[in-house]
């Protein structure tokens, strides 16, 4: 699913644009401004810019110029209430992809998105979201059907997963089938937001709450009325707002900052976590009373270690996804096998990573052990490569990582590797690591 940047220092207007492209299925970042914008274009990779003309401190052509030297695929649309020819020339002879005057209706903005797609070149196209979930497994197929059941209700839902494993499609597949399917679907990350920006996020503000607040902004819930809100890595949510988010929760209603009316809320929630949240209630990081409230239909997700069927089905779909425009869409045999044998510590994820680098190299599925043998080294081994080790401690550190993700078994861990059994085993003679056996 593609990532827009929104930029606008009119929140109201911001606002209005960030829940026309929710609706629409996107994944929405927002900025007030060109420098806030410059950050965010740092932290996250964008499909495309929709950016205000005229801000102050950097305005949009000056914004669309540093687009230009760090990213100059990127489109960038301009936006502006004075829709005048010189404005539209000027955006255009400065590399503008399209211009869009405001107030502009949801039919317009709907015509310079499908353009953008249109007129994409070898950029990948603007892709709304997909809740397609696609599996094999018994126990993924129960976990649908009781998806799929909990859907027409209006029960909060609390998935517990590994990452990776797709506990966001998931929510999307949720709300897809569900009686408020019509209404948008807001996601946010509560790990990836500053602890004193996330409330406002959340809740909104009312003009004057604090300083800066300019004009009066919406928060994430009120962008989700009528629909649903994931709340994504809920585990990192700091206990202020544990307790704010448990009234929103018990009466159904919100409180702007610096509001003094509550606001009635008819909103699906769902929440995301990969921690254990009994673990983290005994260790006083997480409110019990909250947990109970989302908590209502538990829900998990197996890592793909221990659904093996999957991965040929989930590797021809990224095959197809990747292989566009390349000359082979074929599905090695040898390449399935490997991948099936394989652990999968970073789960569905790590499996589109493995084939998407397939298709980057080589222009086709192709692996050898060696290739997840590298994607160890790289997910395991590089947060603990410092200057001052030898070879052989990184030798022994690799070896006892590749025994332990292979569950103990030598044969499989040696092929890894890209060494004989035999090798192995006088290397954990060597290396006193006997003692991992299968």
């Known amino acids: 699913m593609s990532r827009l940047l929104v930029v606008d220092d009119d929140i109201q207007m911001q606002s209005a644009l960030e829940a026309a492209l929710l609706r629409k299925g996107f994944n929405v970042e927002t900025a007030s401004n060109g420098f806030e914008a410059v950050r965010k274009l740092e932290d996250f990779d964008f499909a495309a810019v929709l950016t205000d003309l005229r801000m102050p ?30 404005d ?54 129960m976990l649908l059907k009781r998806a799929a059941h909990v859907a027409r209700t209006k029960a909060t839902i609390l998935v517990q997963a590994e990452s990776g494993t797709g506990k966001e499609l998931l929510a999307r597949w949720i709300h897809r089938n569900s009686a408020q399917a019509s209404g948008p679907f807001v996601a946010v990350n509560c790990a990836a937001l500053p602890e004193n920006l996330l409330e406002s996020e959340l809740f909104g503000y009312e003009k004057g709450a604090f300083t800066g607040a300019n004009t009066l902004k919406p928060g994430k819930f009120e962008l989700a009325q009528n629909g649903s809100i994931l709340l994504d890595e809920i585990g990192e949510m700091v206990p202020l707002l544990q307790a704010k988010l448990l009234r929103v929760l018990q009466e159904h209603e919100l409180d702007r900052v610096g509001g003094k009316h509550p606001i009635p809320l008819h909103v699906r929630v769902i929440a995301t ?38 991965i040929p089905a989930l590797v021809r779909h990224f095959t197809a996804k990747y292989a566009a425009g390349l000359d082979t869409h074929d599905v090695d045999s040898e390449s399935i096998d ?47 490569l410092q200057a001052g080790h030898s070879v052989s401690d990184m030798e022994r550190k690799l070896i006892r990582t ?21 090798t192995l085993r006088n290397k954990l003679r060597e290396y006193r690591l006997a003692e991992v056996t299968l």
């Open 57 to 86: 401190g950097m305005n949009g052509l000056e914004l669309l110029q540093q687009v230009r030297e760090s990213k100059p695929g990127l489109p960038v649309v301009l936006l502006s209430a004075y829709g005048t020819v010189p």
């Open 88 to 141: 539209a020339v000027e955006a255009m002879k400065s590399g503008a992809d399209d211009f869009l005057v405001k107030p502009f209706s949801n039919d317009a903005l709907q015509e310079v998105l499908d353009r953008l797609n249109r007129n994409g070149g070898h950029r990948a196209p603007l892709q709304q979201a997909s809740s397609e979930i696609i599996t094999n497994d018994p126990e993924m197929q």
């Open 273 to 310: 976590t990969n921690k254990d949240l009994r673990k983290l209630i005994n260790r006083g990081q997480f409110r019990e009373d909250l947990y109970f409230r989302l908590n209502v239909v538990p829900m998990r997700i197996p890592p793909l270690r221990e659904r093996k069927a999957d």
């Open 338 to 384: 490997i991948m099936t044998r394989y652990s999968w510590p970073g789960n569905v994820r790590e499996l589109e990573n493995v084939v998407q680098r397939s298709f980057a190299l080589r222009g086709r599925l192709k692996l050898s052990p060696m290739d997840l043998y590298e994607q160890n080294v790289d997910s395991a081994e590089t947060a603990g």
């Open 402 to 422: 590749t025994l332990e993700q292979t569950n103990g078994n030598r044969t499989h861990a040696a092929k890894l590797l890209g060494i004989s059994l035999r």
